[in-house]
C-alpha cells in the first residue's frame, strides 16, 4: 500500500513575532504545498526517501530506538522519535518520496508543511497504524521541530498547515484556536501573490534576536509592576514604563503592541458576514510598518517588493514568517478592476522577485494509491 500524504504551506496574515510571548496570531494555509509519498518495504528497518527537487537521497536505519540526529534540524529522524514516544513501532522498512513547491527556507513554512506530511504518512505505515486528528499531528510536529532541537519558534506554522484554511491561534493560557474558510470553495478572501525574494534567511538568528530582545524589555517592566501583562496594556500606557527601558526596547515594545491592535482589527474583520477587502490590506500594510521599523526584520529588496506590489494596486503587502529575507506577500483579491493580481505579480518579478498566485487552503491530506 501506497500513502500521499499532502501539506501546504503558509502565510502569516497578523502576529508575527508574537506566538511565542502569548500572544494569538492569524494566519493562512497557502496553495502550496509538499508531498510525502511512501510505503513499506522489505529488508532491513531502514528509511530511503528521494527528494528529486534537491536532487538528494535520504537513507538511515531505524532499528533501534531514540534515533540519532546526524545534522542539525534532522526532522525525518525525529518525527519517527515522536511517534515511537506516543507507542507507534516501525519493524519494516520505509521508502519514499518527497516533493513539493513550496519556497524552501523562505518563510512560508517549508519544514513544517514536510514533518506534518511525514508524520502523517508514518501513522499509518506503522505495525499498529494510528489515525491522528490534524491538532495532534500539529503538535507533534511542534515537538519534534522545535523541542528536540531547542529552538525558539511557536505554535504558529505548524498549526496553519495541519489544519488549513485560516486560523486564529491562541497559545496561552492554553491552545484556542477559531478557524475560517477552511473549504477552498468558500473563498472569502481572494487572491494573496506571494513574492520570493531569493534571499536566504537566518530564521533563528533574526529568533532569537527580536524574541529576547523584547523579553528582556517585559522582565524589566514586570520588576517594577507585577500586574503588567502585554495581552492588556493599552499603548497609551506605555509611557510610565519609558524609564525603564532604551530607546530600542521602547520601539520594539510599542510595535508588538501595535501589532496586537492590528491583529484584533483584522479578527474582527472576519468575523464579519462580509469582509472589507480595503481595510484588510491597510492592516497588512500598518504590520509591515511595524515589521520593518520596529523589529527591523524587513529587507530593502523586499521593501522594494513591496512598494512595487502597492503602486500596482494591491491593497497590502507585508513581509512573511521570521523575516531577514525570503518571501513577501500582497493583498490583491481580485474584486476592483484597479488591481488584479497579475499585475501585482509582474511588479514584484519588475522588483527582482519570483512570483506565485495562491489562495487559502485546506490542511493536510492523506490518500492512498
Given at each position: 500500500m501506497t500513502l500521499t500524504a499532502s501539506t501546504p504551506g503558509r502565510i502569516c496574515l497578523f502576529g508575527e513575532h508574537q506566538d511565542y510571548l502569548g500572544l494569538p496570531v492569524l494566519a493562512a494555509a497557502i496553495s502550496r504545498r509538499i508531498d510525502v509519498t511512501a510505503h513499506r518495504m522489505a529488508g532491513p528497518p531502514q528509511v530511503r526517501l528521494y527528494l528529486p527537487d534537491l536532487k538528494q537521497e535520504v537513507s538511515f536505519?531505524?532499528?533501534?530506538?531514540?534515533?540519532?540526529?546526524?545534522?542539525?534540524?534532522?526532522?525525518?529522524?525525529?518525527?519517527?522519535?515522536?511517534?515511537?514516544?506516543?507507542?507507534?513501532?516501525?519493524?519494516?522498512?520505509?521508502?519514499?518520496s518527497v516533493s513539493g513547491n513550496i519556497p524552501i527556507n523562505a518563510g512560508t513554512s517549508s519544514s513544517s508543511a514536510l514533518l506534518i506530511s511525514w508524520l502523517n504518512v508514518l501513522s499509518q505505515l506503522a505495525d499498529?497504524?494510528?489515525?491522528?486528528?490534524?491538532?495532534?499531528?500539529?503538535?507533534?510536529a511542534y515537538v519534534a521541530e522545535v523541542l528536540e532541537f531547542g529552538d525558539p519558534g511557536g505554535r504558529m506554522d505548524h498549526y496553519a498547515t495541519a489544519l488549513g484554511g485560516v486560523i486564529y491561534l491562541e497559545s496561552q493560557p492554553q491552545i484556542r484556536i477559531e478557524t475560517f474558510q477552511t473549504d477552498p470553495a468558500e473563498d472569502r478572501l481572494g487572491t494573496f501573490v506571494l513574492g520570493d525574494s531569493g534571499e536566504p534567511k537566518d530564521t533563528i538568528g533574526l529568533l532569537k534576536h527580536v524574541k529576547y530582545g523584547m523579553l528582556a524589555a517585559m522582565e524589566k517592566m514586570?520588576?517594577?509592576?507585577?500586574?503588567?501583562?502585554?495581552?492588556?496594556?493599552?499603548?497609551?500606557?506605555?509611557?510610565?514604563?519609558?524609564?525603564?527601558?532604551?530607546?530600542?526596547?521602547?520601539?520594539?515594545?510599542?510595535?508588538?503592541?501595535?501589532?496586537?491592535?492590528?491583529?484584533?482589527?483584522?479578527?474582527?474583520?472576519?468575523?464579519?458576514?462580509?469582509?472589507?477587502?480595503?481595510?484588510?490590506?491597510?492592516?497588512?500594510?500598518?504590520?509591515?510598518?511595524n515589521l520593518r521599523e520596529a523589529k527591523r526584520i524587513s529587507t530593502p529588496k523586499i521593501d522594494r517588493m513591496i512598494d512595487a506590489a502597492l503602486a500596482a494596486g494591491a491593497y497590502g503587502a507585508k513581509i512573511n514568517g521570521s523575516g531577514g529575507g525570503g518571501c513577501m506577500f500582497a493583498y490583491a483579491p481580485g474584486v476592483d478592476s484597479s488591481e488584479t493580481p497579475g499585475q501585482v505579480a509582474?511588479?514584484?518579478?519588475?522588483a527582482g522577485g519570483r512570483a506565485y498566485l495562491i489562495n487559502v487552503d485546506r490542511g493536510t491530506q492523506l490518500s492512498v494509491g
Open positions: 536505519s531505524i532499528a533501534q530506538f531514540p534515533l540519532p540526529y546526524l545534522h542539525d534540524r534532522d526532522y525525518f529522524s525525529s518525527a519517527l522519535n515522536v511517534l515511537h514516544r506516543e507507542g507507534l513501532r516501525f519493524s519494516a522498512g520505509i521508502s519514499g499498529e497504524p494510528r489515525s491522528f486528528s490534524a491538532a495532534q499531528l500539529a503538535e507533534m514586570r520588576a517594577v509592576d507585577a500586574s503588567f501583562s502585554l495581552e492588556t496594556l493599552p499603548i497609551d500606557d506605555l509611557d510610565r514604563y519609558a524609564h525603564l527601558l532604551t530607546a530600542d526596547e521602547q520601539t520594539l515594545v510599542r510595535g508588538n503592541l501595535s501589532d496586537r491592535d492590528v491583529l484584533r482589527q483584522a479578527l474582527s474583520l472576519l468575523r464579519q458576514p462580509t469582509i472589507d477587502h480595503r481595510q484588510f490590506g491597510q492592516l497588512l500594510t500598518i504590520h509591515q510598518t509582474e511588479a514584484i518579478e519588475r
